[in-house]
């Protein structure tokens, strides 16, 4: 195996490595996953449901570009009654991605907000068992934001992070391996890629959990405030602190808005560099596969080439969608695990 191919495997499996370790729950991040998970507990044979849904929608989302490869070849070859059966097949996959996509999407929405739902009256009914001194020690503007804000928050990562996660997992695998056996050398012009990928994925985890937890703390504090502010504003209006508590919520709100801004700057920064690497390795795809397909000597082979390079053009963007639906995920979980930290 190469440097290139090296770098692929050792990438995919430092993904693994880091999912497992969540699973077993090997440090505090990873408890509290788990334990999150036990509010799907009660739901489980829609969950089995929603997870068979995901891989046959998975599957039938790997096919249609494949088909557009055979249909280039079958049209370049002349062979008609080949073009039939590519263009029924590239259908039939289509219409199994649509139905299994819908059931996914349902299930995945209804299990969510059950579970959601359970989250909020288990917070509540926590509260209500409080002493006095403890809504004394905490701000009731800040214990509503832990019910509101941050479950909503939660809602983000139980209803569409598990889909995203297993769905871009599988599809980015799906592809490699489809690549790795259409043509392994224009598969490894594509892996050139992982290694920048890589490095650019670390340093936005780094700045990335850092930010999402300030903003977390900056929407909790003007929630607070702003509670606090009209639960009280008969003595504001008594005492003629309206300006004041202006001024005072405009300071929070710029704290609030910079927060914000920082995670909108990263991800500026982070995802258009993904979508340059996608077009550079469309075109060393193009490049590369165009002069491989010259070289060829007979015509039969030439158009079977052509049609595995339109083929990998179609793959190329199912290699990265996976890729940018994780880095989203992460920030989504980013977001999650500061509301759960609250909670």
């Known amino acids: 195996m190469n440097e290139s191919g090296e770098n692929t495997a050792r990438s995919i499996g430092l993904l693994f490595r880091e999912l497992w370790r969540l699973v077993r729950g090997e440090d ?78 349902y299930l995945v929405g209804w299990v969510g907000q059950r579970a959601l739902q359970d989250l909020r009256l288990r917070i509540f009914r926590h509260l209500q068992g409080q002493s006095i001194g403890f809504f004394t020690r905490n701000r009731p503007g800040v214990l509503i934001s832990r019910i509101t804000n941050d479950v909503d928050a939660l809602d983000q990562l139980i209803s569409t992070g ?63 405030y702003l509670q606090e502010s009209l639960s009280g504003i008969r003595v504001v209006r008594s005492f003629g602190q309206e300006e004041r508590h202006v001024a005072r919520m405009g300071e929070l709100n710029e704290l609030n808005r910079q927060a914000n801004m920082k995670t909108v700057y990263l991800n500026a920064s982070y995802f258009p560099a993904v979508e340059l690497l996608s077009a550079l390795g469309t075109a060393a795809i193009l490049l590369f596969g165009g002069y491989q397909a010259l ?3 007979t015509e039969a082979e030439r158009n079977a080439q052509i049609g595995v390079v339109v083929a990998f053009v179609s793959y190329l963007t199912l290699f990265f969608d996976p890729i940018q639906q994780l880095s989203n995920l992460y920030t989504t979980y980013q977001q999650g695990m500061a509301a759960l930290d609250k909670i």
């Open 28 to 105: 505090e991040r990873g408890r509290k996953v788990r334990w999150l998970l036990t509010l799907l507990r009660p739901y489980r044979p829609q969950v089995i449901l929603m997870l068979v849904a995901l891989l046959v929608a998975t599957g039938a989302a790997l096919a249609p570009p494949y088909f557009i490869g055979r249909a280039t070849d079958s049209v370049l070859s002349g062979d008609l009654g080949a073009l039939d059966l590519v263009v029924g097949g590239f259908v039939a996959a289509s219409l199994l991605n649509w139905g299994a996509g819908y059931a996914q999407t």
């Open 162 to 224: 598990v889909t995203t996660l297993f769905s871009s997992l599988l599809t980015l695998i799906g592809v490699i391996v489809i690549m790795l056996l259409l043509d392994v050398g224009l598969a490894l012009v594509v892996f050139i890629t992982f290694p920048l990928l890589a490095i650019a994925s670390i340093v936005f985890r780094i700045v990335a959990a850092s930010a999402y937890r300030i903003t977390r703390e900056r929407i909790a504090e003007v929630t607070a």
């Open 295 to 297: 070289d060829l000597g």
